[in-house]
Every structure is written in C-alpha cells, then in structure tokens.
C-alpha cells in the first residue's frame, strides 16, 4: 500500500465535485436559479455568481455538501466521485481502490463495514 499524497488527493476531489455538481444539474435539467432555489428551502442561503464558482472549481464549502446533494437529488459520496451512481450512497470502492463486493461481505475493507456517515439522503424537492 502506497502512501496517499493529500494534497493530490484533495485537488482532484475538489475537481471531481465541481465537475459532478454542474454534470447533475444539466442532467436533470435545471438552471442555477432553480437549484438556488432549493438550497434557500433547505436554509442555504446562495447566489448564481456562487454556485457558478463552485461549478467552476472556486470556493467549494464542504459544509454546504450535504445540502447540495438534497439540491441535487444524488448522494455525496456521487458528489465525491466514490461512486459511479448518484442515488448510491455506499462507495463503488475502499480507500485504497478495491472494488466493493456486496455478495461478499467478508472481503469487504473496513470502509464498508457499519453505518457510512455520507448517506441516506431522504428529503423531497
């Protein structure tokens, strides 16, 4: 197992995130207005100019991640990039980038074991 460089590691999730939260949102059709919107319902108060800044790599808030997910309707683990499914909230791999394999539960690393603090989402938009 090689050592993780955190510095790499953040710059490309922070990429993946604001790539994924302008892919979900062209996807389900909505402008930056309407998911504004629904961020100002779940108590997040935001503007275009910022969520156009987040869509381009600027000023990603991890606090606001959950409620972007709601915004969204997909999972922060999608939102990550740990997952190729955005309804999915268990990570499609470990740490280290073993494959999960859910018939097998005894191969499963201890990133899979127990509750996964990124997920449910359950609310309605």
């Given amino acids: 197992m090689s050592a993780i460089d955190v510095s790499d590691l953040g710059a490309r999730r922070h990429l993946t995130v604001s790539q994924r ?3 979900r949102r062209r996807s389900l059709g909505l ?7 629904r961020l100002r319902r779940l108590g997040v108060v935001s503007s275009n100019k910022a969520l156009s800044s987040l869509e381009h ?9 959950p409620e972007l997910a709601i ?7 999608w ?6 499914d955005p309804h999915r909230w268990e990570p499609d791999t470990d740490l280290h980038g073993q ?12 990133a899979f074991r127990g509750p996964c ?3 449910p989402l359950s609310s309605q938009m």
């Fill in 71 to 77: 915004a969204l309707d997909c999972s922060v683990t």
């Fill in 99 to 110: 494959v999960a394999d859910a018939d097998a539960p005894d191969q499963v690393g201890p």
């Fill in 21 to 23: 939260l302008r892919e």
């Fill in 79 to 84: 939102l990550l990039g740990l997952t190729s």
């Fill in 117 to 119: 603090i990124l997920g």
């Fill in 31 to 37: 402008t930056q207005k309407q998911v504004i919107t």
């Fill in 57 to 65: 790599g600027a000023g990603l808030d991890v606090a606001k991640l």
